[in-house]
Nanobody, 120 residues
């Protein structure tokens, strides 16, 4: 069974940093395009950052220059380094990605989410 498991969330003061990790596990061959999304209370889930299988990246305007997405394909892991955090970054952060399973078929998966809270 394939799983995406996020970690690294927590409570931090404004201006601080956090690093989120998302590990793909199970009977998999590797990870394809991956992304981080977030959902604040009462708001829709929104894209934060994406990384393609060949290493290209894309960011929401609200996080450009503060957040960095990266990946370690050997570890089937994607990271989100978040610097200069603001209270408006408070949300549940979800990992999403296209996972290639050992039967050579790919599917999209979501993680369970990790809470990030930024205090002012």
């Amino acid at each position: 069974q394939v799983q995406l498991v996020e970690s690294g969330g927590g409570l931090v003061q404004a201006g601080g940093s956090l690093r989120l990790s998302c590990v793909a596990s199970g009977s998999i061959l590797g990870i394809g395009d991956m992304g981080w999304y977030r959902q604040a209370p009462g708001k829709q889930r929104e894209l934060v950052a994406q990384t393609t299988s060949d290493g290209n990246t894309n960011y929401a305007d609200s996080v450009k220059g503060r957040f960095t997405i990266s990946r370690d394909n050997a570890k089937n892991t994607v990271y989100l380094q978040m610097n200069s955090l603001k209270p408006e970054d408070t949300a549940v952060y979800y990992c999403n990605g296209y996972i290639i399973k050992r039967n050579f078929r790919g599917s999209a998966y979501w993680g369970q989410g990790t809470q990030v809270t930024v205090s002012s």
